[in-house]
């Protein structure tokens, strides 16, 4: 699979990851054994980045990658990005070097390492993205080895370029899919100037993309489809990328019309995040092995044609812009 330079970390990564969000919670249950087969499956079909979060499961996606790297995977050139910040009330007083120590030493318990490669403030809210104190905290934490790097995940456009105007971060992760096309106007072209490396987040809008949803289709419970639908929990955009699932469905119908042969709505959809400019790795999940395998495929597409890419633009165009595009 491509490899390509992890922003400001100097580290190479897979061009298609592993987001790990679903090993911990908020998708369903996936049991210890499916989770652990689902991070072989990837790092055999050339995974080398995964992207987890100290609040997924409340640990649990943290635990089970350390358990894989020292067990099941020792030696194993893997970069792993962790998140934090959302264990706590999202409040600016909260971001703090006390804090951060705090929370980055149960991650590296968590994830078994002395150092970790990469930290991301969780979605945090404006004010902490634009303050100099947290950023020199950040700097406090690089300088005593407790984490390799810093970074952003983001929820708009306008957080992302923020972040990235900071020299000292490293990476920026920001929701870009086939419906979510406003990176591409402003915050591509500053992290390639800037050297900032992209992870992609939500690449198949929680599914949508892949083409194997109808309107009779029903979640669990405890899956973020089901409660988050109005975005009660957390930003709606997260969820169905903002879309709604009635629209998502319409324009994800489209877009599995554009596919090519030999590639499923998912691969495309993957792919076609892949292949744009300026992005260092692409971050779906996966519930089983055989999504895995997919998933990863993906990284090996040919380049997608100039009229996959002028449909997607239409489709967003036409469906989605008006609803989407100056939210986030």
């Known amino acids: 699979m491509e490899k390509r330079t992890l922003g400001r970390t100097g580290r190479?990564?897979?061009?298609?990851?592993?987001?790990t969000w679903q090993l911990g919670a908020d998708w369903g249950d996936v049991s210890e054994a499916d989770a652990l087969?689902?991070?072989?499956?990837?790092?055999?079909?050339?995974?080398?980045f995964f992207d987890?979060?100290?609040?997924?499961?409340?640990?649990?996606?943290?635990?089970l990658i350390g358990h894989f790297l020292e067990v099941d995977a020792p030696g194993q050139d893997i970069t792993v990005a962790t998140k934090m910040g959302r264990r706590s009330e999202q409040?600016?007083?909260?971001?703090?070097?006390?804090?951060?120590?705090?929370?980055t030493d149960r991650s590296r318990a968590n994830l078994r390492t002395d150092r970790l490669d990469l930290v991301q403030l969780h979605c945090p809210p404006s004010s902490v993205i634009e303050s100099d104190e947290v950023y020199d905290a950040l700097d406090t934490l690089v300088s005593e080895g407790a984490i390799a790097a810093y970074g952003v995940s983001v929820e708009t456009c306008d957080q992302a370029l923020a972040a990235i105007a900071r020299p000292g971060v490293a990476?920026?992760?920001?929701?870009?899919?086939?419906f979510r096309l406003k990176p591409l106007d402003e915050v591509l072209p500053a992290a390639r100037a800037a050297g900032v490396g992209i992870i992609a987040r939500v690449p198949l809008a929680s599914g949508?993309?892949?083409?194997?949803?109808?309107?009779?289709?029903?979640?669990?419970?405890?899956?973020?489809?089901?409660?988050?639908?109005?975005?009660?929990a957390f930003d709606v955009g997260e969820t169905f990328s903002g879309v709604g699932f009635e629209t998502g469905l319409?324009?994800?119908?489209?877009f599995a019309a554009l596919v090519p042969e030999g590639l499923t709505p998912a691969q495309a959809a993957l792919a076609w995040v892949a292949q744009i400019d300026g992005v260092s790795s692409v971050i779906p999940g996966a519930r089983s092995i055989s999504q895995a395998q997919a998933n990863a495929a993906a990284g090996r597409a040919?380049?997608?044609?100039?009229?996959?890419?002028?449909?997607?633009?239409?489709?967003?165009?036409?469906?989605?812009?008006?609803?989407?595009?100056s939210r986030w």
């Open 250 to 254: 319409a324009a994800a119908a489209e």
């Open 37 to 48: 087969a689902v991070l072989a499956a990837s790092v055999d079909a050339g995974v080398t």
């Open 12 to 19: 190479t990564v897979s061009v298609i990851g592993l987001g």
């Open 208 to 232: 949508l993309l892949t083409g194997k949803y109808t309107r009779d289709t029903k979640f669990a419970e405890t899956d973020h489809r089901n409660y988050n639908l109005d975005g009660s």
């Open 52 to 63: 987890t979060a100290d609040v997924y499961g409340d640990g649990r996606s943290e635990r």
């Open 302 to 325: 040919e380049p997608l044609s100039l009229a996959f890419n002028e449909g997607v633009q239409d489709i967003y165009d036409r469906l989605l812009r008006e609803n989407i595009h």
């Open 171 to 178: 990476t920026v992760q920001i929701i870009l899919n086939a």
């Open 91 to 103: 409040l600016p007083e909260n971001y703090v070097l006390a804090h951060f120590r705090e929370w």
